[in-house]
């Protein structure tokens, strides 16, 4: 059950493979990224939404 939750959640975030980067409830990232830009990518989530 916690499994099936877990993927509708993920579907409605529009997670559609992973690696997805889901930060405040909300999808960042989707898909293999460079190391910079998953770094770029929090850094600007943290400023935006608080960390």
């Not at 997805?20 to 989707?30: G, H």
Request: glycine share 10%.
């Amino acid at each position: 059950a916690l499994v099936v939750s877990q993927e509708e959640r993920a579907l409605e975030l529009g997670v559609t493979g992973v690696p997805a980067f889901v930060y405040n409830d909300r999808l960042l990232l989707s898909g293999a990224q460079s190391p910079e830009t998953i770094y770029l990518s929090l850094k600007q989530a943290f400023v935006r939404f608080g960390g």
